[in-house]
């Protein structure tokens, strides 16, 4: 068979399967008014609160006072939702240039300039908000938002070239976040999975002394992180291999590392309810020949060889025509699996990135939809 030809079928095949991992991928950017009353007879229905001018609302936060979700989204800024006045006001951005970046336009482009805020999470000690920023590192901006400041863009002489997820230690003010790879950058986050890229690492930072330290290295796209209710272990999702991994930091288990749990997805961002769970957000199930392929790294060495622009028309032309759902879990402090969150109503049946509980409804982060999404919990 022609060498060319391999490469395109192969490219074609792995775009097929990753495409689940993205599917939505194309959205247009300008949105209708927010109007709940389409929505509220639906049983079951994801509520979708659109963002005019941007998508990818990809992590949520709210600060001391139970007020938002603040989230990060495409054009670089970090909006916050006005519940009582229905709109999204402007709290902060990461990178100082604007010019360029606002409008209904594909930002990706423009990612590395302007900024893409990924995980966020306020400290209560401080009410500063933490941002990871897939290009400009970690960053923390005050309680009156503003331009974000730089906390750290390297470690250990090794630039940072996709930072994460973010979480903070309420009680002592540690900051937890990931770097999911040093070789490629989000724009690239195909290269990641198809590459079998194994140089994530998961890092502390802490603030009083200024001190960054690297726990863990060696990870495959390692992704979301969530804290235990009392601390002692921290939860880090590989995305590549659809697992969560814990890593202890407390007992004599201190410093190890083990499976948390094996899911049927691609896990993203991790967030812990009142009750102690985690939430795991999943852009897509796993499918059997997406594993196989990833099993054999030189068929990625291999795909990787083809210019990228050739591989994302055939990934978005994929994702165009797939009908994959996001979904979630809900696991115990030991791993277990409690529910599946699988919304078939409304504008639930997209991918997601991350599900907050708060005040018994979920909140639901996508990286690449053009709305945030919410979900009233049914009582028992």
Excluded at 52 to 60: H, K, W
Excluded at 160 to 181: K, L, M, R
Excluded at 236 to 260: A, D, H, M, P, Y
Excluded at 362 to 371: A, E, F, K, R, T
Aim: charged share 20%.
């Amino acid at each position: 068979m022609n060498f060319n030809l391999l490469l395109l079928l192969l490219a074609a095949a792995a775009a097929f399967l990753i495409s689940a991992l993205i599917t939505g991928s194309s959205t247009i950017l300008s949105s209708r008014a927010f109007d709940s009353e389409e929505y509220s007879n639906q049983k079951d229905a994801v509520i979708p609160i659109p963002i005019p001018g941007a998508v990818g609302p990809e992590s949520l936060a709210f600060d001391s006072f139970g007020s938002g979700p603040y989230t990060g989204v495409s054009d670089g800024r970090i909006i916050k939702w006005e519940e009582k006045q229905g709109r999204w006001i402007d709290f902060a951005t990461t990178a100082s240039t604007r010019e360029g970046c606002g409008g209904s336009q594909d930002h990706v482009p423009l990612e590395h300039i302007c900024g893409r805020p990924l995980g966020l999470i306020f400290s209560g000690l401080t009410g500063e908000l933490y941002i990871a920023d897939a290009y400009l590192g970690l960053l923390v901006v005050g309680p009156k938002g503003g331009l974000a400041t730089k906390v750290a863009s390297e470690a250990q002489g090794s630039p940072f070239g996709f930072t994460n997820g973010v979480e903070v230690h309420q009680t002592n003010g540690a900051v937890y976040f990931s770097d999911s790879s040093t070789r490629f950058q989000r724009r690239n986050f195909v290269a990641v999975i198809i590459s079998g890229d194994n140089t994530g690492r998961l890092m502390k930072y802490e603030p009083e002394i200024k001190q960054l330290t690297v726990l863990l290295d060696g990870l495959a796209f390692p992704n979301g992180v969530a804290l235990s209710k009392n601390g002692d272990f921290i939860l880090l999702s590989e995305t590549s291999r659809c697992r969560i991994l814990r890593f202890w930091l407390q007992t004599s288990k201190t410093g190890t590392v083990e499976v948390f749990a094996q899911l049927p997805g691609f896990p993203d961002n991790i967030k812990r309810n009142g009750k102690g769970e985690f939430w795991v957000g999943m852009h897509s199930r796993r499918e059997k020949l997406l594993e196989w392929l990833l099993s054999y790294p030189w068929i990625g060495r291999t795909l990787l060889k083809i210019p990228f622009p050739q591989v994302k028309a055939l990934i978005s032309f994929f994702s165009e025509r797939r009908k994959t759902a996001g979904l979630a879990a809900r696991l115990s402090e030991e791993g277990e699996i409690l529910e599946m969150f699988e919304p078939k109503h409304g504008n639930g049946r997209s991918s997601m990135s991350e599900v907050y509980e708060k005040d018994g409804s979920l909140w639901i982060g996508s990286v690449n939809m053009p709305y945030l999404g919410k979900y009233e919990m049914q009582t028992k």
